[in-house]
């Protein structure tokens, strides 16, 4: 039940056009959603709670505080190599 903010400052943001099972999002909108959407940490990724003194279920959510006035879009067109 405890959240931690932490604000990074960023110059660019890229952005996958293929969502990993390879279907295309689509819209730059659709791209944007994708970035910020909450993900689930894989157990060994898992934040130890101090109260109850084990790793707990877990999520990150990346979300943009603020905006300037010119924001650099990368648009990632190829996928890592399997």
Do not use: W
């Amino acid at each position: 039940g405890t959240a931690s903010t932490t604000l990074d400052p960023y110059v660019s943001v890229s952005l996958d056009i293929a969502s990993p099972d390879g279907a295309c999002l689509g819209t730059l909108a659709g791209c944007l959603a994708h970035f910020t959407r909450r993900e689930a940490l894989a157990e060994s990724e898992r934040f130890h709670c101090s109260r109850c003194a084990r790793k707990c279920e877990s999520t990150k959510q990346m979300a943009f505080h603020t905006l300037s006035n010119v924001v650099c879009l990368h648009l990632k067109r190829f996928g890592p190599r399997s």
